[in-house]
């Protein structure tokens, strides 16, 4: 018999019972957890018990949501309870939930790339800017646009604020120095309750910044090698970038917006562009369908509920829930909708309320207005548009997209290589989600047979690699020969993670043959000697502050700082210097006691790094598009 699914556990709580867990406790706790998920069983009357020997039970409750919200929740019968290591074990081992109190969804998805799934909840009236949220709704639709605007004027923040910010940041820091390696349950105790501080004092983008570590923490102590340490560094750097403005007093709310809250918005027309499966590492699966409103604003309408691979590929002609509209999300990705009473929060998310009501429209081509909009501009300007946002909100908008009109070159290993029609750079095309089951990477290999082959392809750019693109659909290109034949239903594209293109799609007539060689398609980052300072910082990630300071001796510091120096890369070498001589800086008494065991000094010695890298990757990838 299998085990049963832990619930998600609410930060708060799990913090609570580790802090309340004896010195001696918490030694045993990293250990004590291992197992626990494997022993989890369903009760006769639905809560799940895990067993420790003969004299301990615990037992979970979860409430409405579906997570163990409350400390009562969660209860043990062992003499020590609650203050007892069963309990915090078991509540270590339960995915964590997150600032909405929903289930943790890990990475692997479609709709935002390689991060988070959508399953955020759409209320019927505006959430509290404090306090628990209500529970999510698991039927809920929620349409998500472009970036939130920037808030109108900046205001200090409030000496609460100044103080859970303060918090945060030495908790990051003592994890940044412990490491993968180091960083257990009680040092990712520390964040949750660091996090929690800040949510109470309204930063919620500071306390989703601390969960994105504590789960990168999670993930890669539990699946080793696997796990990307590039995306635990990033987590690292935005939760560090982001606190430290704040602790300083200086920061504005551009840094720490309000908790969504929604209003009433009216009426609106949209048209779709596209859908696309997400698919999430913890079992959630469903759709995102993509859609443009009348003046360029680009939203998504997600239908995300657990049920993994099977769910996001049927899902994808599910039902619409979303004011009666008579539609599924393949009819809308190629429809369009007109939502009367629509409740629209500040970055443009619409909420299913009782008193909305769409309509079905006709759907619109690509090469009509406004979806033509999107396929313009130069390239160049609109990926350093999106990193220029990226850089100014701590991490790239979800909701970037590009639309552009290439011309197939050909296969190069994992990608497909195609150049941006009228002389435009060389791309590569990678699946937006690499999951066997789902025909995008089938798609692109079938595309990858016809060198010559002109296509018009809607995705978003990869802003963490040069030139790359991930294609969400394609179509035809209007006035070219040598393009796709696509059945007329299809309105023009074809949606890469549904759709699945066959012969007859393709053009009979022979192409005209590769562009340019594909194993000659130039890529800056890759040749740039960036990558040691990268290794240097994920090596800290990974070790803590102990495999940085060995980094920075004898040969492996001359191996690191000279090919950076001459390549003319002075600021990168000298932080990276810097950064080694902070992390080997321990400075003890007569008695060889530290003197100074704070992690502050090293935090900003790595986020400087790190900034650095960032700044100097972003302009190699604008570079690469130009």
């Given at each position: 018999?299998?085990?049963e699914?832990?619930?998600?556990?609410?930060?708060?709580v799990?913090a609570e019972?580790v802090e309340?867990?004896s010195?001696?406790?918490?030694?045993?706790l990293?250990?004590a957890i291992?197992?626990?998920?494997e022993r989890?069983?369903?009760?006769?009357?639905?809560?799940?018990d895990?067993?420790?020997g003969?004299?301990?039970?615990?037992?979970?409750?979860?409430?409405?949501?579906?997570a163990?919200?409350?400390?009562?929740?969660?209860?043990c019968t062992c003499?020590?309870a609650?203050?007892?290591?069963?309990r915090?074990?078991?509540l270590g081992?339960?995915p964590?939930a997150?600032?909405?109190g929903?289930?943790e969804?890990?990475?692997?998805t479609?709709?935002k790339g390689?991060?988070?799934?959508?399953t955020?909840?759409?209320?019927e009236?505006?959430?509290p800017?404090?306090?628990r949220?209500?529970?999510?709704r698991?039927d809920a639709n929620t349409?998500?646009p472009?970036?939130?605007p920037e808030?109108s004027e900046a205001t200090?923040p409030t000496p609460?604020?100044?103080r859970?910010?303060?918090a945060l940041?030495?908790a990051a820091?003592?994890?940044?120095?412990?490491?993968v390696?180091?960083?257990?349950?009680?040092?990712q105790?520390e964040?949750?309750?660091?996090?929690h501080?800040?949510?109470?004092?309204?930063?919620?983008?500071?306390?989703?910044?601390?969960l994105r570590v504590?789960?990168?923490l999670?993930a890669a102590?539990?699946?080793g090698r696997?796990?990307r340490?590039?995306?635990?560094?990033?987590?690292?750097?935005?939760?560090?970038?982001?606190a430290?403005p704040?602790?300083?007093?200086?920061a504005?709310?551009?840094?720490?917006?309000?908790?969504?809250?929604?209003?009433q918005?009216?009426?609106?027309?949209?048209?779709?562009?596209?859908?696309?499966?997400?698919l999430?590492a913890?079992g959630?699966?469903?759709?995102a369908t993509?859609l443009v409103g009348?003046?360029?604003?680009?939203y998504?309408i997600s239908?995300?509920?657990?049920?993994?691979?099977s769910r996001?590929?049927?899902a994808?002609?599910?039902s619409v829930a979303?004011?009666?509209?008579?539609?599924?999300?393949?009819?809308?990705?190629r429809?369009?909708?007109r939502?009367?009473g629509?409740?629209?929060?500040?970055?443009?998310r619409?909420g299913a309320?009782?008193g909305v009501?769409?309509?079905?429209?006709?759907?619109?081509?690509?090469s009509?207005?406004?979806?033509?909009?999107?396929?313009?501009?130069?390239?160049g300007?609109a990926v350093?548009?999106?990193?220029?946002?990226?850089?100014?909100e701590g991490?790239?908008p979800?909701?970037?997209?590009?639309?552009?009109d290439?011309?197939?070159?050909?296969?190069?290993?994992?990608?497909?290589v195609a150049?941006?029609?009228g002389?435009g750079?060389l791309?590569?095309?990678?699946?937006a989600?690499?999951?066997?089951?789902?025909p995008?990477a089938?798609?692109?290999?079938?595309?990858?047979?016809?060198?010559?082959l002109?296509?018009r392809?809607?995705g978003?750019?990869?802003l963490?690699?040069?030139?790359?693109?991930?294609?969400?659909?394609?179509g035809p290109?209007?006035?070219e020969?040598?393009?796709?034949?696509?059945?007329e239903e299809?309105?023009?594209r074809?949606?890469l993670?549904?759709?699945?293109?066959?012969g007859?799609h393709?053009p009979r007539?022979?192409?005209?043959?590769?562009?340019a060689?594909?194993d000659?398609?130039?890529d800056?980052?890759?040749d740039?000697p960036?990558w040691r300072?990268?290794?240097l910082?994920e090596?800290?990630v990974?070790?803590?502050?102990r495999?940085?300071a060995?980094?920075?001796?004898?040969a492996?510091?001359t191996?690191?700082?000279a090919p950076?120096?001459?390549?003319?890369?002075g600021?990168?070498a000298q932080?990276?210097e810097?950064?080694?001589?902070?992390a080997?800086?321990?400075?003890?008494d007569?008695f060889?006691?530290l003197t100074d065991?704070?992690?502050?000094g090293?935090?900003?010695?790595?986020?400087a790094?790190?900034v650095?890298?960032a700044a100097?990757?972003?302009?190699?990838?604008?570079a690469?598009?130009?």
């Amino acid at each position: 018999m299998s085990p049963e699914p832990l619930p998600p556990v609410a930060p708060d709580v799990l913090a609570e019972a580790v802090e309340q867990l004896s010195a001696r406790l918490r030694k045993k706790l990293d250990a004590a957890i291992e197992g626990c998920a494997e022993r989890a069983a369903r009760a006769a009357d639905g809560s799940l018990d895990v067993r420790f020997g003969e004299d301990a039970l615990v037992t979970l409750r979860p409430g409405p949501s579906g997570a163990v919200t409350e400390a009562g929740q969660a209860v043990c019968t062992c003499l020590l309870a609650p203050r007892c290591l069963h309990r915090a074990a078991v509540l270590g081992a339960a995915p964590l939930a997150d600032a909405e109190g929903e289930a943790e969804t890990g990475a692997e998805t479609g709709a935002k790339g390689e991060g988070a799934a959508d399953t955020d909840a759409v209320p019927e009236s505006p959430e509290p800017t404090t306090g628990r949220p209500a529970p999510p709704r698991s039927d809920a639709n929620t349409v998500t646009p472009g970036p939130a605007p920037e808030p109108s004027e900046a205001t200090p923040p409030t000496p609460a604020q100044v103080r859970a910010a303060t918090a945060l940041w030495e908790a990051a820091a003592e994890a940044l120095a412990a490491g993968v390696t180091a960083g257990g349950a009680v040092v990712q105790a520390e964040l949750l309750r660091a996090a929690h501080t800040a949510r109470l004092a309204g930063l919620p983008r500071a306390e989703a910044a601390a969960l994105r570590v504590v789960r990168g923490l999670r993930a890669a102590r539990e699946r080793g090698r696997g796990q990307r340490l590039g995306d635990l560094a990033g987590a690292f750097r935005d939760l560090l970038s982001g606190a430290a403005p704040l602790a300083s007093g200086t920061a504005g709310p551009g840094l720490a917006p309000a908790r969504r809250t929604y209003g009433q918005g009216g009426s609106l027309r949209v048209y779709g562009l596209c859908r696309e499966p997400v698919l999430s590492a913890t079992g959630y699966g469903g759709v995102a369908t993509h859609l443009v409103g009348p003046d360029g604003s680009r939203y998504t309408i997600s239908d995300v509920r657990p049920g993994g691979l099977s769910r996001a590929r049927g899902a994808g002609s599910a039902s619409v829930a979303l004011g009666g509209a008579v539609l599924d999300h393949a009819g809308l990705a190629r429809g369009g909708l007109r939502i009367v009473g629509a409740t629209v929060s500040p970055d443009g998310r619409l909420g299913a309320g009782r008193g909305v009501n769409a309509t079905p429209l006709r759907g619109l081509d690509w090469s009509e207005e406004p979806a033509a909009a999107l396929f313009a501009g130069p390239v160049g300007e609109a990926v350093a548009a999106a990193l220029d946002a990226g850089a100014r909100e701590g991490d790239a908008p979800e909701a970037a997209f590009l639309g552009c009109d290439v011309e197939v070159v050909g296969a190069a290993g994992e990608y497909l290589v195609a150049r941006v029609a009228g002389g435009g750079p060389l791309l590569r095309l990678r699946p937006a989600h690499p999951h066997p089951e789902l025909p995008h990477a089938a798609n692109l290999r079938r595309i990858a047979e016809h060198p010559g082959l002109v296509l018009r392809v809607l995705g978003r750019p990869d802003l963490d690699r040069a030139a790359t693109l991930r294609p969400l659909a394609v179509g035809p290109v209007p006035g070219e020969s040598y393009t796709l034949r696509l059945p007329e239903e299809w309105l023009g594209r074809a949606d890469l993670g549904y759709d699945r293109l066959q012969g007859s799609h393709f053009p009979r007539a022979a192409g005209a043959g590769p562009l340019a060689p594909v194993d000659a398609v130039p890529d800056p980052l890759a040749d740039a000697p960036l990558w040691r300072v990268r290794r240097l910082l994920e090596t800290g990630v990974a070790g803590g502050r102990r495999a940085v300071a060995e980094a920075g001796r004898g040969a492996d510091a001359t191996a690191l700082l000279a090919p950076l120096r001459r390549a003319g890369l002075g600021g990168a070498a000298q932080l990276a210097e810097a950064l080694t001589a902070e992390a080997d800086r321990r400075p003890r008494d007569a008695f060889g006691r530290l003197t100074d065991a704070s992690a502050d000094g090293y935090a900003r010695a790595w986020l400087a790094s790190a900034v650095h890298l960032a700044a100097a990757e972003r302009s190699l990838v604008a570079a690469s598009w130009s």
